[in-house]
């Protein structure tokens, strides 16, 4: 069986919680990337998405120069483990309708990441029931 470690990313790019909205669009605009991690240091504290700044930000008219991450960021969020197993992955992600999992060690520090792409890419099991499981309206 793969583990996470077998497959995840580890150059992740993170966030502060006191970077505002606009360095945070910024950086995902730079990197082509949709989420990026809102850490302490290397602690994880939650997920700032491009969704998060448009409806949590933008629709609620806050000052994307002024407002900071952590006004909007995603903070009940499934991680996982780099020794959990792809298959378990596999059903979180599918279960929790979520694209990509930040990966922590024990003391709740990022290690890495691990997303669709990753598991297209990295990995031999096949993804048709957790992409559709990801995919169905919540």
Do not use: F, H, W
């Amino acid at each position: 069986m793969s583990r996470v470690s077998d497959i995840m990313s580890t150059d992740v790019r993170v966030v502060g919680p006191q970077q505002t909205l606009r360095s945070a669009a910024q950086m995902m605009r730079e990197l082509d990337v949709g989420a990026l991690p809102v850490c302490d240091g290397r602690r994880l504290l939650g997920m700032l998405t491009d969704r998060d700044i448009t409806v949590r930000g933008v629709a609620e008219g806050l000052d994307a120069a002024k407002a900071c991450v952590s006004d909007v960021m995603t903070t009940d969020l499934e991680y996982c483990t780099t020794e959990q197993e792809v298959q378990d992955l596999m059903r979180v992600m599918g279960e929790k309708q979520v694209r990509r999992l930040p990966v922590v060690d024990a003391d709740k520090n990022l290690v890495g990441i691990v997303s669709l792409g990753d598991l297209a890419t990295r990995q031999n099991a096949r993804l048709d029931q957790t992409l559709r499981e990801i995919s169905e309206p919540a």
